[in-house]
Nanobody, 124 residues
Framework: QVQLAESGGGLVQAGGSLRLSCAAS????????MGWFRQAPGKEREFVGG????????YYADFVKGRFTIARDNAKNTVYLQMNSLKPEDTAVYYC?????????????????WGQGTQVTVSS
């Protein structure tokens, strides 16, 4: 089992940047494919992007392509979500998730472990 903890959220103006971190503890995180999701008020949780165990493959949702970047440092058991050119519609609680399967998945139910989330608020 692995425990996940997100950090790095906050309030930022439109056009600004934030970097979220997801620290894993328990079983080594390097065996897990990681995903980032977000949930805005009144909306369903949606997939943002994912990264395979080795980091060799990364997949993004269309609405973040070119603005967000996912990376991982297995030595630090940490996955990152660098968010640039933020927009007010990016306001949401951001979650990281882990699955013990080699491929990236885009559905919530395909992930086994979740963090508590970190709030990102983008002001206009």
């Amino acid at each position: 089992q692995v425990q996940l903890a997100e950090s790095g959220g906050g309030l930022v103006q439109a056009g600004g940047s934030l970097r979220l971190s997801c620290a894993a503890s328990g079983r080594t995180s390097e065996r897990y494919t990681m995903g980032w999701f977000r949930q805005a008020p009144g909306k369903e949780r949606e997939f943002v992007g994912g990264i395979t165990r080795s980091g060799s493959r990364i997949y993004y949702a269309d609405f973040v392509k070119g603005r967000f970047t996912i990376a991982r440092d297995n030595a630090k058991n940490t996955v990152y979500l660098q968010m640039n050119s933020l927009k007010p519609e990016d306001t949401a609680v951001y979650y990281c998730a882990a699955r013990d399967v080699i491929t990236i998945a885009t559905k919530e139910y395909e992930y086994d472990y979740w963090g508590q989330g970190t709030q990102v608020t983008v002001s206009s």
